[in-house]
């Protein structure tokens, strides 16, 4: 029996992926690709919806399983979109891959995910750092599909470098857009940088949002989350209504290996979005 078949037999199970098909690769940087992805069951791409935040695990055959987060815009039915670094087996494996090869998926997963019915009417600071803006993608380009649904939108972004900036061709639509504020910072200018120099964190005090009106997402390397906390509460943004989507080693995504635990909580089951006052008390979670 095939690899299909014994898929299509076992069905019930929330370990077997759906098979699906890498229509798409876009280069994005030299360590990043985005992979558009169909399912190839018209059933199951129809009932697949997600949230911002969300995210999938993706499986190589005959190779494993690992989690991405997905980037695209939730109202899009038809496909979703996965930014994946290469920095492991499963994703060198990807990166490795051609338009049109079969994969797994299942999800998507996490309880947790960006509020954006909650942050209607209301102003959007965005802070990544890094890779940390992948996820965040999708709430993006979902509050910019509803823009007239929000108030403000700022999105404040910090890279290495000007080559490790991800989605240049979309960031340079926003900026011509003009209803979304962009601050962009790196740590290593070239000579050809015009923008901000050092870490995004230094951005966070000009940002003049009031405080009661504000909702924030926040997404980077763990290093990056203290500082930017420390800078959003001097600001006196409320703990609330700060978001913060939290990495952590997963590999079930369903919570029963618990290989992805944070004090009492499971990353995959309940975030992997969580507000800072849901976390500000468990030890190792900022
Ligand atoms: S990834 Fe297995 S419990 Fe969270």
Partial sequence: MGFEEKVKKNKNTIYVPDIARITRIEYLSPTEKVFKIVFDDEE?????????????????????????????????????????????????????????????????????YFPCQKMKNHNVLLIAGGLGIAPLMSLIRYILHYREDYKE???????????????????????????????????????????????????????????????????????????VIDELEKKKFKPENIYLSLERRMECGVGKCNHCHIGDKLVCVDGPVFNLWEIRNLKEAL
């Avoid at 695990?57 to 109202?75: D, H, M, Q």
Wanted: charged content about 20%; glycine content about 10%.
């Fill in 153 to 227: 939108i700022m999105v404040v972004y910090g890279a290495v470098n000007p080559g490790s900036i991800l989605f240049k061709n979309e960031i340079q639509y926003w900026s011509n857009r003009g209803d979304i504020s962009l601050c962009l910072s790196v740590d290593n200018p070239d000579n050809k940088w015009t923008g901000e120099i050092g870490v995004c964190t230094k951005l966070i005090p000009r940002v003049d949002f009031p405080s009661n009106d504000t909702y924030i997402t926040v997404c980077g390397p763990p290093i990056m989350y203290r500082y």
């Fill in 44 to 112: 199951i791409k129809n009932k697949f919806e997600f949230k911002p935040g969300q995210f999938v695990e993706l499986t190589v055959f005959g190779l494993g399983e690992a989690p991405f987060s997905i980037v695209s815009n939730p109202t899009n039915k038809d496909f979703f979109k996965l930014c994946i670094r290469n920095v492991g087996n499963i994703s060198s494996a990807l990166h490795r891959m051609v338009e049109g090869t079969k994969i797994g998926i299942r999800g998507p997963f996490g309880n947790g």
